[in-house]
């Protein structure tokens, strides 16, 4: 079945700084790939997503790139500010095992003051 | 948009007793609802798939007698924690879509404590 496997597992940076969080995936069908942003005690919310038809995604602050060949998307943060520090889940659907959605196992981000 | 609403958010309650929790996408019809589990510092455990209108499909090791899910309408899923004990204790997180290929909605979850 599919597989998703997110790096790194912490990621602390600086205010100011960007952070990357990088994800593969197994399952060549994957077409779907959202991003979650998960603040303590909440669930998880979606910052930006990208279709397999397309290479990179650019939302404000927040980018994504998805290279189809590798298996690879990234999650790209730019100009970090301390409400960023959060956990991060990269996720991938595909049209294999009715459209199910299989989670990373999350990055926690720190963005120091 | 795509709002969920899940409740309640948090319940204490003692050994023996069921839990009903509630899902509602408020702004969409929901063609299926998903139930997850996250346990401390882990990512989603994925417990089951709620189509509307018919039987729900559990993940491997999820017993179904054990989480009772009803999804009897498009805009809400209840998952049931019958004869709950202490280590049914968790973090129970339900999410929603209006089409296979569309981004899942999540609600803010439900701190279940089990004393």
């Known amino acids: 079945g599919e597989n998703v496997e997110q790096h790194p597992s912490t990621l602390s940076v600086q205010e100011g700084d960007s952070a990357v969080i990088k994800c593969t995936y197994s399952d060549s069908a994957s077409n779907y790939f959202p991003w979650y942003k998960q603040e303590l005690g909440k669930g998880p919310q979606l910052i930006i997503d990208?279709?397999?038809?397309?290479g990179e995604k650019k939302d404000q602050r927040i980018a994504v790139t998805l290279n189809k060949t590798a298996k690879h998307f990234s999650l790209h943060i730019t100009e970090t500010q301390p409400e960023d520090s959060a956990v991060y889940f990269c996720a991938a659907t595909g049209n294999t095992g009715g459209f199910k959605t299989i989670f990373g196992a999350g990055t926690r981000l720190f963005v120091k003051a | 948009g795509a709002v969920v609403s899940q409740h309640p958010s948090r319940v204490i309650c003692k050994s023996g007793t069921s839990v009903k929790i509630e899902c509602r996408s408020l702004?969409?019809?929901?063609?299926?609802m998903f139930w997850y589990r996250q346990f401390p510092k882990q990512s989603l455990m994925l417990m089951a798939t709620?189509?509307?209108?018919?039987?729900?499909?559990?993940e491997q090791g999820v017993e179904k007698d054990k989480f009772l899910i009803n999804h009897a309408s498009l805009t809400l899923s209840t998952l049931t924690v019958t004869s709950a004990h202490p280590e049914d204790s968790s973090f129970y997180i339900c999410?929603?879509?209006?089409?296979?290929?569309?981004?899942?909605?999540f609600g803010d979850g439900t701190r279940l404590s089990i004393l």
């Open positions: 999410s929603a879509r209006w089409g296979a290929d569309q981004p899942q909605h």
């Open positions: 990208i279709r397999s038809n397309v």
């Open positions: 702004d969409f019809q929901a063609t299926t």
């Open positions: 709620s189509n509307e209108g018919s039987k729900a499909t559990y």
